[in-house]
């Protein structure tokens, strides 16, 4: 039992798995759901999509809506991975009574592309409506601030900040004069295929949850093809078969920067040392599939051996010739079409000149 259903016993009086929870909606032509999920082939993402508000009339007329979510994913031969963030979207941050109504439309990012390992996903999100006010908004925006700092998509980097997230989020929802939970959802779930879900604020059984879908237009909730008048929070996960940013990984990027940095010296075997480095830091990476670490490590090679060696120079973003001074890790242009052939792609510790 996690953080969140704990505070939903003590908060709202019921636990987490008194509200609907639908695990599959039909996909309106969106293509999100229904794309196979396998251990170490590809990516997951966690996206908001829509949300409804309906407790917040028990607050004053001004009111923010928090979404928070805690992510547990497995890893190969150490502990889970941990990720939280906590998210204001600009379009809940400054509503009133008068908006209960709306369904808001956010396809807020909760979680960046992180390897799927297998096993199963844990997985905490809740909904909050929040008063406006002295004490709670400077609150929101610190522990939303700290969320950003941590960033959603870098399994090391959140770590330090998860404490801060979790007891800010506590001490949020502990006002419970000016806080109210809409929804939330604690539990495991086994991947096979990518997905949309929705948590709807009603107790299980009490809507045919079959005739539930979506408007492929702003993405509301849909009950027999009419508005859901519940409140309710839709969300996806999504399968991605590319790590974008994976020029901002904190580890990798140092130690390319220092193997350029050796490069830019024209010593040889400080530069070779400084590969190997770079390749050992790639290949216990947490943040990459095994795929990605064998080309990113081709990549660097590459960059190595046209520098130092007899090696083809390697052309940047567009067929411009790399400029070693500006070179950053992201313009490896880790996704061209040459790095899916070849042999040994699936196993990174088969590369390198060594």
């Known amino acids: 039992m996690g953080w969140l259903t704990r505070l939903s016993e003590r908060i709202a009086g019921k636990p987490t798995t008194d509200w609907t929870f639908v695990e599959r909606l039909p996909d309106p032509g969106l293509g999100v759901a ?10 997951i993402e966690i996206f908001v999509e829509s949300l409804r508000l309906k407790q917040a009339r028990r607050l004053a007329t001004a009111f923010h809506g928090v979404v ?3 992510v547990r994913l497995s890893q190969d031969g150490t502990e ?7 998210s204001k979207p600009a379009r809940l941050a400054e509503l009133d009574s008068a908006n209960l109504d709306r369904v808001i439309t956010v396809s807020s990012q909760m979680m960046g592309a992180l390897p799927w390992r297998g096993g199963t996903l844990g997985l905490e999100l809740g909904l909050f409506s929040v008063k406006r006010g002295n004490l ?4 929101i925006d610190y522990v939303t601030r700290v969320s950003a700092q941590a960033g959603i998509s870098f399994i090391g980097q959140v770590k330090p900040f998860l404490p801060l997230i979790t007891e800010g989020m506590d001490l949020i929802a ?31 059984g009490q809507i045919d949850t079959s005739q539930l879908t979506l408007d492929p237009n702003d993405r509301k909730l849909l009950l027999n093809g009419r508005p859901l008048e519940e409140g309710y929070c839709v ?34 075997a400080q530069a070779r040392s400084a590969l190997a ?3 050992r830091t790639v290949v216990i990476s947490s943040d990459l599939i095994s795929l990605d670490k064998t080309r990113l490590i081709e990549k660097a090679t590459a960059l190595y051996g046209a520098a130092l060696g007899s090696g083809p120079i390697p052309a940047g973003r567009g067929g411009a010739l790399v400029d070693l001074g500006a070179t950053e890790l992201a313009d490896l242009d ?9 042999p040994a792609r699936n196993d990174p510790r088969g590369a390198g000149p060594w």
Do not use: H, W
């Open 136 to 139: 709670l908004s400077p609150l």
């Open 68 to 70: 928070y979510s805690f």
């Open 334 to 342: 880790l996704y061209d079409e040459a790095s899916s052939e070849g």
């Open 34 to 43: 229904g794309n196979p999920i396998e251990p170490d082939a590809c990516y």
């Open 235 to 268: 969300f996806s996960i999504r399968r991605s078969d590319k790590k974008a940013d994976f020029g901002a990984i904190p580890e990798v990027k140092a130690a390319f920067a220092a193997l350029k940095a050796t490069i830019a010296s024209n010593d040889e």
């Open 80 to 86: 889970d991975a941990e990720m939280a963030a906590v």
């Open 277 to 279: 480095a770079f390749r």
């Open 174 to 204: 502990g006002q419970t004069q000016d806080s109210v939970i809409e929804v939330a959802l604690d539990t495991d779930m086994a991947l096979m295929e990518s997905r949309l879900c929705a948590i709807v604020a009603v107790r299980k």
